[in-house]
Nanobody
Framework: QVQLVESGGGLVQAGGSLRLSCAAS????????MGWFRQAPGKERELVTA????????YYADSVKGRFTISRDNAKNTEYLQMNSLKPEDTAVYYC???????????????????WGQGTQVTVSS
């Protein structure tokens, strides 16, 4: 079992940047498919980016492609979501999630993930 803790959220002006962290404990992140989701008030939780447990390139939602980048520090067992050129519509609670390595593909659905962090608020002002 893995425990996930997000950090790095905050208030930023449009056009600014934030870097979110997802620190894992209990098991190594490389054992899991990973995803970042976000949920704005009154909206469904949506997938932002995903990586396969086997590694390789990441998937990015069209809304963040070219602006958000995922990376990982294996020594720290931490995944990072670098968010640049932020827009007011990026305002949401951001969650990282881990899915057991059942299938070697991106996990697109929130229901494919087994472990979730507590979330971190990102607010982008116009």
């Amino acid at each position: 079992q893995v425990q996930l803790v997000e950090s790095g959220g905050g208030l930023v002006q449009a056009g600014g940047s934030l870097r979110l962290s997802c620190a894992a404990s209990g098991r190594t992140l490389s054992s899991y498919a990973m995803g970042w989701f976000r949920q704005a008030p009154g909206k469904e939780r949506e997938l932002v980016t995903a990586t396969k447990w086997s590694g390789g390139s990441a998937y990015y939602a069209d809304s963040v492609k070219g602006r958000f980048t995922i990376s990982r520090d294996n020594a720290k067992n931490t995944e990072y979501l670098q968010m640049n050129s932020l827009k007011p519509e990026d305002t949401a609670v951001y969650y990282c999630a881990a899915g057991r390595s059942r299938l070697d593909r991106y996990y697109y659905s929130r229901y494919e993930y087994d472990y979730w962090g507590q979330g971190t608020q990102v607010t982008v002002s116009s």
